[in-house]
């Protein structure tokens, strides 16, 4: 006959085994883009108030002083944390060569690619910037108080200088600055600036909407979990695709600041580049104001 397990012994086995082994490096974060809150301390514990001191960011519910803080801009972690974030937006988000032409660039390959490309992204650099990858989701975080000002500044200059680099690579391995993406070229004979900046608006407040909801809720962090990050590929996917037949001469929301830039330093900046920024920081600021309503977390008054 099978003996039985001796459960309090394998527990208290299991407990020493645990103390032995090397824990992983995960400083607290309250804006990591797919662990739901994993990884963050509790702002109204006692214990926390050191760890808040060194990194405000390490809980949600940011006060107004801490979120502009300027002392993060001294902060060598952030430094670390703003190049791995453009090392993640120097990495391939689209295709060029014979895809990027009018012709041959359909909206949906570009969409099967990012769906495919950023759930492996989120994976790869989430347990140590945070994984935001993209300006929109950074700005977002910011206006929802969870990073403060030189995070986000920082964070944004990175991504932003990653796109470039990209761009660089883009037009230098191709020899070709005729270059048009899917989601950054708008033929403006055809679609007004103004009307291309309220479907950037939109689909940038939809990806910020579910983004949050599957990656950074932690009330859905048992539906969710690990599988957050496909669900975010998933969306900013399928927007880029059905945003590509909203209009003639309009190839689809841009969603990523970064990414547009990156196009425009490898071919030429049109005079509606500002739409690609415009968009995405009315977008992060009508988030903000729609869960300053709807908090995430608790805020406990202070006595």
Known sequence: MMAAYNLPRMVRDEEKYMETVIPPL???????????QDFF??????????????????A?????????????????????????????????????????????????????????????????????????INPTITLAMFFARTISFPRMVLYVGGQTVGGALAGFAMSNAYRNRETAVGGCHIDTSLVAPGDALIIELFSCLLLIFVAFAVALDPRRAKGFGTSAPWFVGIILGVVSWATAFT????????????????????????????VHWVGPLLAAAGHGIFYLADPLWFERSSP
Not at 247 to 274: D, I, K, Q, T
Request: proline share 10%.
């Open 26 to 36: 995960a400083p607290p974060f309250a804006a990591r883009a797919s662990m739901n």
């Open 247 to 274: 209009r003639e001469g309009y190839s689809g929301a841009g969603l990523n600041p970064a990414r547009c830039f990156g196009v425009y330093v490898a071919s030429s900046f049109p005079g509606y580049h500002w």
């Open 41 to 58: 301390v509790n702002r109204n514990e006692p214990q926390s108030v050191e760890p808040l001191e060194e990194v405000p960011n390490a």
């Open 60 to 132: 949600p519910c940011m006060s107004v002083a801490e979120i502009f803080d300027l002392r993060g801009f001294r902060s060598p972690e952030l430094w670390k944390f703003a190049m791995l974030e453009c090392v993640v937006t120097t990495s391939p988000q689209t295709d060029a060569g014979v895809y990027s032409t009018a012709t041959f660039f359909t909206p949906l390959f570009i969409a099967i690619t990012i769906i495919f490309i950023t759930p492996l992204l989120l994976y790869t650099f989430t347990p140590s910037s945070g994984g935001h």
